[in-house]
C-alpha cells in the first residue's frame, strides 16, 4: 500500500548489505522512519518494543531473526537457541512460533544462512497474496449490501501495517474501494496504545479512504443508530472452536453488533489458526506495563513528539493487550481459502 504516493512493504530484505528494513512504528503518525535490523537482538527487540506489531508481521520479523542470527553464527544448534528465545518476545500471535516452526522445518543444514533467508522471503511473499485473497472473499461480502454507502466498523489495526500488505480487515475495504463501493470506516481510536487513531487512520488517510476516528466506547452508540452495517477486526489467534483472541475492547464490540442485529466478522490468515489449542480460554494473554496507560504521546505545536503523563502520579493501572471473543458472537471468519462459520473453521488448514 502507499505512504505519501509510494508503494511499501513493513518489511523487507536489502541485499546490497544483507541488512532487513521496517517502517517504525512506534514513530507512526508524526514521523515516517525507515530502520535495519542488523543482527538478531535488533529483530528482538523491534518486535518486544513494538516497532512492528500485528499477527502476521511479527512471524515474519521473527523468521527473519533467524536469518540475522545465522548470520551472526551459522549453527544450527545456535539457531534452535535463538528460535527458543524469539518464541518469548511476544506471547498471543500464534503467527510468531508458526513462522518460527516452519523456518526449523525448512532449514537446510549445509547451507542454513541462504536457505532461512529464501524462506522469509517465500513467508513474506505469500503472506501478501493471502491477505490479498482475504480481500477478494470479503468483497463479496460487501457487494451484497446495496447501499448508497457501506458503514464499516473496525478495532485496532488488522491494517496492512499489521501485516506485509493489504492487511487482514483492511484487504476488504481495499478492494471495495477498488470497485469503486463508497464507504465510510468507523475507525476505533483503541486505547491504550491508539493503534486505530495513529495506524488504521494513518494508513487510510494515505490511501484516500473515508474514515473517522471514534472513541472506543462509542461504536455501541452508532450501531443502535443504524450507522454500522458490518463489523471487520483481525486476530491474533483463533483456537480450534472459534473463539478469538483481538485486541482489548473487541468482544464488547461484538457484544454491542450481536444485541443490534450486526454481523461481526474477523478477518485472518490460516497462520492466525491454532489448531492445537481447544478454545481462547487457553490463548495467553499478553499483560504490558501500566505506563502505556498512563502516558500518551504526541506532538506539540513546535512539531516535537512529546510523551506525557495523564494520570495522578502513583495511580497503578491494569494493562491487558488482548480480549476473547467467544465463537457464538462471530458471523463468520474471512479467509484466503474464503469465508466460514465459526464451527467450520477447523477447515482453514
Ligand atoms: O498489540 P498489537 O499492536 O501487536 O496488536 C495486535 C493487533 O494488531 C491487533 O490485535 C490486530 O487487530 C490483529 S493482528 C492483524
Keep these: 500500500m502507499k505512504i505519501a504516493g509510494e508503494n511499501y512493504r513493513t518489511i523487507w530484505f536489502e541485499p546490497a548489505k544483507k541488512?532487513?528494513?521496517?517502517?517504525?512504528?512506534?514513530?507512526?503518525?508524526?514521523?515516517f522512519e525507515i530502520i535495519s535490523l542488523n543482527n538478531f537482538i535488533d529483530a528482538f527487540n523491534a518486535i518486544?518494543?513494538?516497532?512492528?506489531?500485528?499477527?502476521?508481521?511479527?512471524?515474519?520479523?521473527?523468521?527473519?531473526?533467524?536469518?540475522?542470527?545465522?548470520?551472526?553464527?551459522?549453527?544450527?544448534?545456535?539457531?534452535?537457541?535463538?528460535?527458543?528465545?524469539?518464541?518469548?518476545?511476544?506471547?498471543?500471535?500464534?503467527?510468531?512460533?508458526?513462522a518460527v516452526n516452519r523456518i526449523l522445518n525448512k532449514v537446510n543444514t549445509q547451507n542454513i544462512t541462504?536457505?532461512?533467508?529464501?524462506?522469509?522471503?517465500?513467508?513474506?511473499?505469500?503472506?501478501?497474496?493471502?491477505?490479498e485473497k482475504i480481500g477478494e472473499h470479503g468483497l463479496q461480502?460487501?457487494?451484497?449490501?446495496?447501499?448508497?454507502?457501506?458503514?464499516?466498523?473496525?478495532?485496532?489495526?488488522?491494517?496492512?501495517?499489521?501485516?506485509?500488505?493489504?492487511?487482514?480487515?483492511?484487504?476488504?475495504?481495499?478492494?471495495?474501494?477498488?470497485?469503486?463501493?463508497?464507504?465510510?470506516?468507523?475507525?476505533?481510536?483503541?486505547?491504550?496504545?491508539?493503534?486505530?487513531?495513529?495506524?488504521?487512520?494513518?494508513?487510510l488517510i494515505h490511501e484516500k479512504i473515508n474514515h473517522k476516528v471514534i472513541a472506543d466506547n462509542t461504536g455501541g452508540l452508532l450501531m443502535q443508530r443504524g450507522e454500522v452495517d458490518l463489523c471487520i477486526v483481525g486476530t491474533d489467534r483463533v483456537s480450534k472452536?472459534?473463539?478469538?483472541?483481538?485486541?482489548?475492547?473487541?468482544?464488547?464490540?461484538?457484544?454491542?453488533?450481536?444485541?443490534?442485529?450486526?454481523?461481526f466478522y474477523v478477518a485472518l490468515p490460516s497462520t492466525t489458526y491454532d489448531p492445537n489449542l481447544e478454545n481462547g480460554g487457553l490463548i495467553p494473554i499478553e499483560e504490558r506495563s501500566d505506563d502505556e496507560l498512563k502516558q500518551v504521546v504526541g506532538v506539540d505545536e513546535d512539531n516535537t513528539i512529546r510523551k506525557v503523563n495523564i494520570y495522578p502520579k502513583n495511580t497503578k493501572g491494569l494493562n491487558l493487550g488482548f480480549d476473547i471473543t467467544p465463537a457464538?458472537?462471530?458471523?463468520?471468519?474471512?479467509?484466503e481459502k474464503g469465508v466460514f462459520k465459526p464451527e467450520d473453521i477447523k477447515k482453514i488448514l
Excluded at 532461512?116 to 493471502?130: F, G, H, R, V
Aim: hydrophobic share 40%; charged share 25%; with cysteine.
Design 141 to 203: 461480502i460487501l457487494q451484497k449490501i446495496k447501499k448508497k454507502q457501506i458503514n464499516i466498523l473496525t478495532h485496532c489495526n488488522a491494517g496492512w501495517l499489521a501485516t506485509i500488505d493489504w492487511g487482514t480487515a483492511t484487504a476488504p475495504i481495499y478492494k471495495a474501494r477498488d470497485e469503486g463501493i463508497n464507504l465510510n470506516i468507523w475507525v476505533d481510536e483503541t486505547r491504550p496504545r491508539n493503534q486505530g487513531s495513529s495506524l488504521t487512520s494513518y494508513e
Design 241 to 263: 472452536n472459534g473463539d478469538v483472541a483481538n485486541k482489548i475492547g473487541t468482544y464488547l464490540k461484538a457484544l454491542a453488533a450481536k444485541d443490534n442485529n450486526i454481523p
Design 114 to 131: 541462504q536457505s532461512i533467508l529464501e524462506e522469509c522471503i517465500k513467508i513474506c511473499d505469500e503472506d501478501i497474496k493471502i491477505c
Design 328 to 335: 457464538n458472537l462471530i458471523s463468520g471468519f474471512i479467509t
Design 48 to 98: 518486544k518494543e513494538m516497532r512492528v506489531r500485528g499477527a502476521p508481521l511479527i512471524g515474519a520479523t521473527a523468521a527473519y531473526a533467524l536469518y540475522l542470527a545465522s548470520k551472526e553464527k551459522e549453527d544450527i544448534n545456535f539457531v534452535k537457541k535463538k528460535a527458543e528465545e524469539i518464541k518469548k518476545a511476544r506471547p498471543t500471535a500464534v503467527n510468531l512460533s508458526w
Design 19 to 31: 541488512v532487513v528494513k521496517i517502517i517504525d512504528q512506534t514513530k507512526l503518525p508524526f514521523n
